[in-house]
């Protein structure tokens, strides 16, 4: 799913291409992507895009007459500029916006259609669209304690709840979290001082660091490669490969279709947390610490 660097990498794009330019047409291609009716999207047609803003990991685009169109690309969505009027074919093209400079087309992989369109009028509509997680850069460390302290969340969970924390998930968290030297399940009401320092701090720089790395990558271009994964991370999508800072392999948590990476030796402590891959694997005999895990790789 793209997170708050590539929506503002997407964002940094978008203005010299759509900022203050008129939008000529909308193509719909998928009945499941625009998900309000009311305004229709005819609406916005021939309107001047005023406005561009990030709510959360949305897209939110403003035209005359104080309409927006928001985009959440949830997992498999993907943003790209071609030039106008851009083909529809294929079934992963799920819509296209028509402008004097080109067309940015929606594509979602995979038969899943969970990316989405809203059209929604005024900043109080397009505010209520926003989780109300706090902004790493516009907070100060005391409201980002507050925040994630509101529940008693491991710290994997609240900085991936868009209520606690805005534009965070699963890529990401994990760098923060590596980057902190912290446990992915450690309680959000046990971090000590310290901890918090760090943790605040790690968001902060980590975000900051990809931020200036994908904008670096497009360039001038538009941003085709979002992904979740990239060779230059230091724990996630990284499974079973050497970590960066001690050299131990990087573990990891599975549940439903995401995926926790760490490293126990930075991390934890040594102790290897629950997985059910490992604990189907090894049953009773489940390791506690790296080196019960070696020692049953051995047998």
Known sequence: ???????????????????????????IASTFLLRTAEPPIREVEGRVVRDLKRIGKRIAI???????????LMIAGRLHWRPAPASLAGRNHLGAFDFPKGSLVLTEAGTKRRASLHLVSGEKA??????????IFETSLESFRAALTAEN??????????RMVDGIGNAYSD????????SPILRTHKLKPEEWDRLFAAARQT??????????????????NVTAFHKE?????????????????VLRIRYADNETNYCARCQTDG????????????GSEWPRTLEELEELKRR
């Open 271 to 282: 102790v290897v947390l629950a997985d059910r891959s490992l604990s189907r694997l090894f």
């Open 175 to 182: 760098e923060i979290l590596y980057a902190a030297q912290l």
């Open 153 to 162: 969340r491991t710290l994997k969970r609240a900085l991936t709840d868009p």
């Open 1 to 27: 799913m793209p997170e708050l660097p590539d929506i503002v990498t997407y964002l940094k794009a978008l203005e010299p291409r759509i900022l203050g330019e008129r939008l000529s047409r909308v193509r």
């Open 62 to 72: 403003g035209v005359e007459n104080d309409l927006w169109l928001v985009l959440h």
């Open 207 to 224: 975000l900051e660091l990809w931020i200036g790395r994908l904008q670096s990558e497009a360039g001038e271009s538009f941003p085709e």
């Open 233 to 249: 991370m230091a724990v996630h999508g990284r499974y079973g490969q050497p970590c960066p800072r001690c050299g131990e392999k």
């Open 126 to 135: 397009l505010h209520a669209m926003d989780p109300g997680g706090i902004d």
